[in-house]
């Protein structure tokens, strides 16, 4: 029984392989088309006799009708298979060679689009039983052995079956990769080898775990922005401060290209740099909103490959740089103008002026002004100072009002010298303010100043009043000149002028509405100012109230 399944098994795979000669070889067929066409000439033969040579079967060629076009061997007759390939394509069949006395076994493929020819090749079916019964001689001779050591192998196959299951475990990580520890012997030893190395890998395991999650908290929880990328500039890593600050999100990110994701312009040439080896460190401006300043240091990375981008952002840093760049620059200009004058007519005075008392006093009440001047601006500088670093805010219940009435008095004299007439409105009662009184009479002091200096004679200033909620509304119109609306808006910064040769003669230092803007905005509260050309300007100020 076992050898009859033996030798059906090898006959089944005889009979494929002959399937598959014949389809392989139909390509070589039909690149010889010509010679077949032309009734089996000597080209064809050839190539028949060296297929059949190399494949060591016998090759025959038939049209689609089943004549004979060529044959390896000699008396080839249309059989079976070729009929059944004719009409399906592919035939199988055993017939008996007149030649060579002995059943053979052949198989046919015809396909018109390879060849439009039929491609039979034949076997002995000798060749078969040859292979069934060497294969059945082996099996047996691999029964007997496998009977007479099957006791001694037992072990080993266990052995075998138990380390692959652990070591596939080990390979998975898997933490219940147990190996057999009762073995003796060199199996033993290998057993406790690999629960070694088993545990060994679990204690690395968790000492990389516990390091990837302390770097990711370091990551996340630092201030400065970080984002890695590969060596072609494609995002590794984002961490939270670098999304909130590129506004990207960090998961959508991975792998994608760096400049396709980062809209600051010029970052991806760094990221590209620096993976290419390059340590570069710039500073970029990223198109918001809000826009912003950045700085950048790159680095390469070694191992993996790639790089690092720290990114800091310093906007304000850079803004207060600007500040304090103008501030130095306005500063220097607004004394350098009065110390010029008060130089000049001191000179003059050296050289001779002096004795002509007239000119003499002259020249002294212009340098009175000039030092009145300086120590307006010496004075406001030092204010805005306090305001800008340690305030001195002393907040207590008031109401706007009472800060009016106290202002209005106190310019009292120089309105009436200029006979402008001061006016107030308003809604009454208004809420009342957390205020430092004293700050607020500063800013609204300055606002009425501003008015006074750009009112003409006979004109007037009006202070209104209103309520808005819990907030107290102020507005301060003058009827001046107005302010061009492209002045509105820088109008409360430091040492800006809107008439500069202007203010300077009426005393202004250029610093007034930049304190006005300072306490306000200590108070919580907001300030600006409105205009129509030639009616006058309004300086609106809003404060945060209750009751």
């Not at 906007?315 to 760049?325: G, I, K, L, N, V």
């Not at 004394?335 to 002259?362: I, N, Q, Y």
């Amino acid at each position: 029984m076992l050898g009859w399944g033996m030798s059906r098994l090898v006959e089944r795979g005889r009979h494929q392989d002959l399937e598959r000669l014949a389809a392989s070889l139909a390509p070589q067929v039909g690149s010889a088309r010509a010679g077949f066409e032309s009734g089996g000439g000597e080209e064809g033969a050839r190539l028949l006799a060296g297929i059949a040579a190399a494949s060591g079967v016998r090759v025959t060629v038939f049209d689609a009708a089943g004549k004979v076009l060529a044959d390896s061997g000699r008396g080839a007759v249309t059989t079976p298979d070729v009929v059944a390939a004719a009409a399906s394509g592919r035939g199988l069949a055993r017939s008996y060679d007149v030649v060579s006395g002995q059943d053979a076994d052949s198989a046919s493929f015809y396909n018109r689009e390879v060849a439009p020819f039929v491609v039979r090749v034949a076997s002995p079916t000798s060749t078969v039983r040859e292979a069934a019964d060497g294969a059945m001689t082996a099996v047996l001779v691999a029964t007997g052995f496998a009977w007479l050591s099957v006791a001694g192998i037992g072990a080993i196959v266990l052995w075998v079956l138990w380390s692959r299951e652990a070591m596939l475990g080990l390979a998975l990580r898997e933490p219940k990769a147990i190996f057999p520890r009762d073995l003796s012997g060199e199996l033993g030893f290998v057993a406790s080898r690999l629960e070694a190395l088993r545990e060994e890998r679990q204690v690395a395991d968790r000492s990389r775990r516990a390091e990837k999650s302390e770097a990711d908290v370091i990551l996340s929880e630092m201030s400065d922005a970080v984002l890695s990328v590969d060596a072609q500039a494609r995002i590794r890593l984002v961490n939270a401060s670098a999304a909130r600050l590129l506004g990207i999100d960090a998961a959508g990110a991975a792998g994608k290209p760096i400049g396709g994701i980062v809209r600051a312009e010029g970052i991806a040439d760094l990221a590209s740099r620096a993976a290419a080896g390059q340590t570069l460190s710039t500073r970029v401006e990223t198109p918001g909103p809000p826009p912003r300043t950045l700085d950048v240091q790159a680095r390469p990375m070694q191992d993996p490959g790639g790089a690092v981008l720290v990114l800091r952002d310093v906007t304000e840093e850079a803004r207060f740089a600007d500040m304090r760049r103008d501030f130095v620059a306005g500063a220097s200009h607004e004394l350098r103008t009065p110390l010029s004058v008060v130089k000049g007519m001191v000179e003059t005075l050296l050289d001779g002026a002096l004795d002509d008392r007239a000119r003499a006093r002259e020249f002294l009440e212009v340098i009175e002004r000039q030092v009145k001047s300086l120590n307006n601006l010496v004075n406001d500088l030092l204010d805005l100072g306090k305001l800008e670093s340690r305030p001195e805010f002393t907040p207590r219940v008031t109401d706007v009002p009472g800060i009016l009435e106290r202002v209005a008095a106190a310019w009292a004299a120089a309105a009436k010298d200029k006979e402008v007439e001061f006016r107030f409105e308003g809604d009454d009662p208004l809420p009342r303010l957390m205020a430092d009184a004293a700050l607020l009479e500063r800013a609204f002091s300055n606002i009425v100043e501003n008015a006074l200096r750009f009112t003409p004679r006979g004109g007037t200033v009006t202070f209104r009043t209103s309520r808005e909620g819990d907030r107290v509304r102020v507005e301060i119109r003058d009827t001046g000149p107005g302010i061009p609306e492209t002045h509105l808006k820088r109008i409360f910064e430091r040492f800006y002028r809107v008439d500069r040769a202007r203010s300077r003669e009426a005393g202004g230092t250029g610093l007034g509405l930049s304190i006005v803007k300072h306490v306000i905005g200590l108070h919580k509260g907001e300030v600006w100012a409105e205009s129509e050309g030639g009616a006058g300007a309004v300086f609106v100020v809003r404060l945060p109230g209750f009751g």
